[in-house]
């Protein structure tokens, strides 16, 4: 039943995910107003953890010779998967399939319906000042009301589908406790939720080419009794080609009929039907 494949489906909704907040600058500006430096804020693939433990490695050193400077560090984000929910009230039919052409000797692929599954994020902004913390998140949020929805190309079968992104909430988290020498961490947790799917291996199928019908027309005698071979008074055997699936069949295709009638044969074939 199992089959080795990988559609890079969750992948593919994390690196969209992603690519949502690879954008954002901290302004800094002077005294008068005017813009001093724009500093674009990385983002990568990293848990809220990873931040704290930045911000312990990489202290304030306040200009000791050969000591890395929280500056350096901050202001970054970074963002992780919590969890992976089957979400039930999206499913559809799962015997629906998805078909599409692939080449002309008539094979076609084809899909079972998407699976729908809920992929919990957790976007971590630290910044070494509150300023810089709060132009990040409101270069954010605002986009959410409550859901932003993007588009992403999933498989040859499901290109351009709609994936709403929904903010749950956001959460400050500032550290007010310690000496004068311990540098402040200001972080913002921002938990989202993206309405995916999944989706099943590809399989090679092909179109319907020859189709042979068989029926039996039976005669009864006066005492109700069947006459003929095989309980038959005839037999008509009906065979349909053609090149291709198309529901029209082409110039080429044609329809061949047999005819056996008991107890004289008679064959009637080369019967052509043009589409």
Known sequence: M?????NETIRKTVIAFGSLFDEIFVVRKNKDGSTNKRVLVPISYASKEKFIRMLD?????KGQEGAAAIASVLPRMGFSITSINYDGSRKRNTVYKRFKYTSTDGEIDSQFSEVPYNISFQLA???????????IVEQI???FTPEFCISVNFTDFNTKVDIPITIQAVNPEIDYQGDTSTQRSVIFTIDFVAYSYVFSPTKQEKYIKTTDITTFNSFFNPDGSITGPTAAASRVITTITGPSGDETLPPIAGVTQEIFQYPNTLSITGATLDG
């Open 125 to 135: 902004v630290a910044a070494r000042t509150m300023d810089d913390a709060l132009q």
């Open 57 to 61: 490695e990489f202290p304030d050193t």
């Open 141 to 143: 949020v605002p986009y």
């Open 2 to 6: 199992f089959t080795t494949f990988y």
